[in-house]
């Protein structure tokens, strides 16, 4: 039996909601159909915003939403999103699917779009093909409220007051989509950008994100902190790093539904490599940042599979099943246990690309299995992170493929509800566990679950295939609880 221990006493920082956060792009049918119909669809909206989707995603509780992309915030030019829609310049997606993008939804549009989420802003700069007059004009227009050829440009737009920007990337994987830059010429420009990212609000300044490296370029992470030494948080707030997990490398993917167990242990090991690039991207960042005042911001990550049979490749709309949610569910896990250096995630992305939460289909909307995880999650949003460890683990998979077969992280609420999050990699066997606390003697516990076949998913027909459940196979005792983990499943207990 497994034993997992909890010392309560032992709080080890805040858990920023950021963490839960999701991700945006104008690619396929994320903004447009997934989230954005326009006023005057059939489809049920409220200013062009679907409201089933938006009435999902309030109750998952999204802290942030990242927009406009991706590799396209390096070719958006706001402002022919802005003003009358039938004035708006149309342009080719080139890089999703090359379809016509009518800028029908734009600064406006998103800063509707969070206000009706209830979520953070978190809008990301041109600096691949923009220039710096423009990105700082976007932020004048976003933010100030004094007279200036911005803000009267929006109150002409029809909006009176400013809105808050929260976070504000100074462009996106600059060493790839973003102008193939190498890292020290990045970091110059990046030096650059920022300083005209001017702060309007003493009171709620914009927190300013640096792009960061592609998973394990090391190298990417140093010499941009080295070229903004002596102390790079004079100049940020915050330094991206991506990471998608693609089983069969960025060739060959794989299916998001057809896999067999070595595909799974496969995927769930990759998955759990983001605890190496958390450690190692952190570990050089202590180098320069020694007081963690820059966060670390994993602004893209998730599963990335073959397109669904006869989608454009180009709009990545892939399925969701069981296998995302084990990944969701570890990967949520390790960025808790790191939240003294993580302090904001997105999820790759939001809605009907890549591991979305929510898939649409005209009128229809399916919760994916990733979204139940994110909901049962929710807990630790704003919670203090509490010690915990893991003994006796069992170990998942054979051949090539070995995981642990527990993997587990623990808050605790403001209310003193301790919340334990417990992920099941195997596919196979239940793991008996028991949770055991430094002193505290639990009262009250209540469970949840999400559990079914590893391949299991939901659809337009069957929607409720995969979803949270209440979870009654433990024991209260003395010291902690005691369970029954069922295979392939993530479980959340909150004890009181
Ligand atoms: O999320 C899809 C793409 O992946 C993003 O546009 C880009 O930043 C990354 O390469």
């Keep these: 039996m497994a034993k997992l221990y909890i010392n309560e006493k032992n709080r080890k920082g805040k858990i920023n909601p950021e963490i839960y956060g999701h991700f945006s792009e104008h690619l396929g049918r994320c903004i447009y159909e997934g989230l954005y119909v326009g006023e005057n669809s059939d489809i049920p909206n409220e200013n062009g915003m679907r409201k089933d989707v938006v009435e999902a995603l309030r109750e998952m509780q999204i802290p942030v939403l990242r927009w406009p992309g991706g590799c396209f915030a390096d070719e958006y030019h706001w402002m022919d999103g802005i003003g009358p829609k039938e004035g708006r310049k149309k342009m080719i997606n080139t890089h999703w699917g090359g379809v016509v993008e009518d800028n029908s939804f734009g ?24 220039t710096v007059q423009e990105m700082s004009e976007w932020v004048e227009y976003i933010t100030f409220d004094g007279v200036s050829p911005m803000a009267d440009l929006r109150k002409e737009n029809g909006h009176e007051e400013p809105w808050r920007l929260d976070y504000f990337g100074v462009g996106n994987e600059n060493w790839g989509c973003g102008g193939n830059m190498r890292p020290q010429y990045y970091a110059d420009l990046y030096r650059r950008y920022q300083t005209y990212v001017r702060q309007y609000h003493k009171d709620a300044p914009v927190y300013k994100i640096c792009c960061g490296a592609n998973a394990g370029d090391y190298d990417w992470t140093e010499e941009v902190l080295k070229t903004c030494s002596p102390d790079p948080a004079r100049f940020m707030n915050g330094l991206s790093l991506h990471y998608y997990v693609t089983p069969g ?8 539904t057809e896999f067999d167990e070595n595909d799974w242990y496969l995927t769930l090991s990759k998955a759990l490599y983001m605890e190496e690039l958390v450690t190692r991207h952190g570990t050089i960042m ?23 049979p006869g989608t454009n490749p180009g709009f990545l709309y892939q399925q969701n099943t069981m296998r995302d949610a084990l990944v969701a569910g570890v990967t949520l896990n390790i960025f808790n246990k790191h939240c003294d250096r993580v302090k904001m995630a997105c999820i790759a992305q939001l809605v ?3 591991q979305s939460v929510i898939l649409t289909e005209g009128p229809k909307m399916v919760k994916t299995p990733t979204y139940h995880v994110f909901h049962m999650y929710r807990y630790h949003q704003g919670a203090s992170l509490l010690d915990s460890f893991l003994a006796e683990n069992n170990e998942a998979g054979d051949g090539a493929y070995r995981v642990p077969a527990l993997q587990e992280s623990v808050s605790v609420s403001e209310d003193g509800t301790v919340n334990v999050t417990l992920a099941n990699l195997s596919v196979s066997d239940a793991q008996e566990v028991e949770v055991e606390f430094a002193a505290l003697s639990p009262q009250k516990v209540s469970a949840s679950i999400v559990t079914q076949k590893m391949d299991a998913h939901n659809t337009f027909d069957e ?34």
Excluded at 475 to 495: D, M, Q, Y
Aim: charged fraction near 30%; charge should be negative.
């Design 107 to 130: 600064t406006h549009e998103f800063f509707e779009l969070c206000r009706q989420l209830g979520c953070k802003a978190y809008v990301n700069g041109n600096v691949g093909s923009g």
């Design 249 to 256: 490398g960025w060739e060959k993917k794989g299916s998001a």
């Design 286 to 308: 202590d180098k320069y940042d020694p007081e963690k005042k820059i966060g670390m911001i994993v602004d893209e990550w998730g599963n990335w599979f073959d397109v669904e």
């Design 352 to 354: 009907n690309v890549l």
């Design 463 to 496: 929607p409720e295939k995969v979803k949270e459940e209440t979870f009654t196979a433990y024991t209260i005792t003395e010291k902690g609880v005691k369970l029954t983990v069922p295979a392939c499943s993530v479980v959340l207990l909150r004890i009181a």
